[in-house]
């Protein structure tokens, strides 16, 4: 193997990474550890497959809030031959080494250019009042940057999820849950268990609370399951790309709801609903809800009549989940780091 194929490698994982870009950062900090600490074996791949997973985590931390959920099998393909195996950390670690740690600042600047990019995304919605921010222009933002593509998932959600909680709150909704008077002899034999987790007892067989839709938060690249649910019924299911029959079954089947709301593209309505009806689940389906939809609703919200009340808390709620996120979207932490290694100091035009 030649340089050149270890780099391509190495361009490939950053192409493919989404914007945590943990794989990649898990070899700058393989060769760093190489470079300064000194106590691996590159061409042994068990002196540093495992420990790599630590040394990653302690700068994904700061700058990401997070590390990665994927699976330990996921994760240890970053050193398939298909990916970068040793062979190829061998020589990026010599070139590494030779030039004062320039493979790590090249895969920390992809890493900066790729939070540059999402800073663009967040200032837009920071920077947007009612009357200027674009739902289509904002989604665009991501589409325009291959870096940010493989993150519209998450984007998709934080769309979804900031128009639907709002929204949810404005209306002020409550659901009230009352016990069926004939079933009190059973409520009696498990009170304990009614009062913990139904919250009812035999002096208070009813309450009311406040309706919220919440979001299921971070999971790993390749969850198909459930992105939000309501405390009142559905299970929200979100989709931007194709919809194959196998991606179906496994969103279908590993949500247990029988209300289920799928967001997707207009262009992917009509495959979705061939495909739940041959499957037999339409009937789990509570409603299907397409882009324009989306942008129709945020038009309204924006720009409606009530907009004076819901425009301003629809962009902070956005922008706040964001940064929930994708902490580096704010990325002076992350300059601090990149400044201290020194990495700003280097400079070749190959690596670069």
């Given at each position: 193997m030649e340089l050149s194929e270890a780099k391509a490698a190495l361009d490939k994982i950053i192409k493919k990474a989404r914007v945590h870009l943990y794989k990649p950062i898990q070899i700058a900090e393989i060769l760093y550890r190489d470079r300064v600490v000194k106590d691996i074996d590159l061409s042994?791949?068990?002196?540093?497959?495992?420990?790599?997973?630590?040394?990653?985590?302690?700068?994904?931390?700061?700058?990401?809030?997070?590390?990665?959920?994927?699976?330990?099998?996921?994760?240890?393909?970053?050193?398939?031959?298909?990916?970068?195996?040793?062979?190829?950390?061998?020589?990026?670690?010599?070139?590494?080494?030779?030039?004062?740690?320039?493979?790590?600042?090249?895969?920390?600047?992809?890493?900066?250019?790729?939070?540059?990019?999402?800073?663009?995304?967040?200032?837009?919605?920071?920077?947007?009042?009612?009357?200027?921010?674009?739902?289509?222009?904002?989604?665009?933002?991501?589409?325009?940057?291959?870096g940010l593509r493989r993150s519209l998932d998450k984007i998709y959600e934080i769309i979804v999820y900031s128009l639907f909680s709002v929204l949810v709150d404005e209306l002020d909704l409550s659901i009230e849950v009352n016990l069926n008077p004939d079933r009190i002899d059973i409520l009696k034999e498990f009170e304990t268990f009614a009062e913990k987790v139904i919250c009812i007892n035999t002096e208070k067989t009813s309450y009311k609370s406040k309706a919220n839709i919440n979001r299921v938060g971070v999971t790993n690249a390749a969850d198909r399951g459930l992105d939000m649910w309501a405390n009142f019924g559905p299970a929200i299911q979100i989709k931007h790309l194709s919809l194959s029959e196998n991606l179906a079954e496994d969103i279908v089947s590993s949500i247990t709801s029988d209300r289920i709301v799928i967001v997707c593209k207009d262009s992917e309505e009509t495959v979705i609903k061939s495909l739940l009806n041959q499957l037999g689940w339409r009937a789990r389906i509570q409603s299907i809800i397409?882009?324009?939809?989306?942008?129709?609703?945020?038009?309204?919200?924006?720009?409606?009549?009530?907009?004076?009340?819901?425009?301003?808390?629809?962009?902070?709620?956005?922008?706040?989940?964001?940064?929930?996120?994708?902490?580096?979207?704010?990325?002076s932490e992350f300059m601090k780091f990149y400044k201290e290694r020194e990495y700003d100091q280097l400079n070749d035009d190959y690596w670069k």
């Open positions: 042994d791949l068990e002196s540093y497959r495992n420990k790599s997973k630590k040394w990653r985590d302690l700068i994904c931390i700061p700058f990401l809030g997070r590390t990665s959920t994927s699976s330990a099998k996921y994760q240890d393909d970053l050193f398939n031959d298909n990916a970068v195996p040793p062979e190829a950390i061998v020589l990026l670690g010599k070139e590494n080494r030779n030039k004062n740690g320039i493979v790590e600042a090249y895969i920390f600047d992809r890493f900066k250019e790729r939070y540059g990019q999402m800073s663009t995304a967040l200032n837009y919605s920071r920077n947007s009042n009612k009357e200027t921010f674009n739902l289509q222009k904002f989604i665009n933002l991501f589409w325009s940057e291959p397409v882009e324009s939809e989306l942008i129709e609703w945020y038009e309204l919200a924006l720009k409606g009549e009530f907009s004076n009340t819901i425009g301003n808390k629809l962009l902070k709620h956005i922008s706040d989940e964001i940064l929930l996120e994708f902490p580096s979207a704010d990325i």
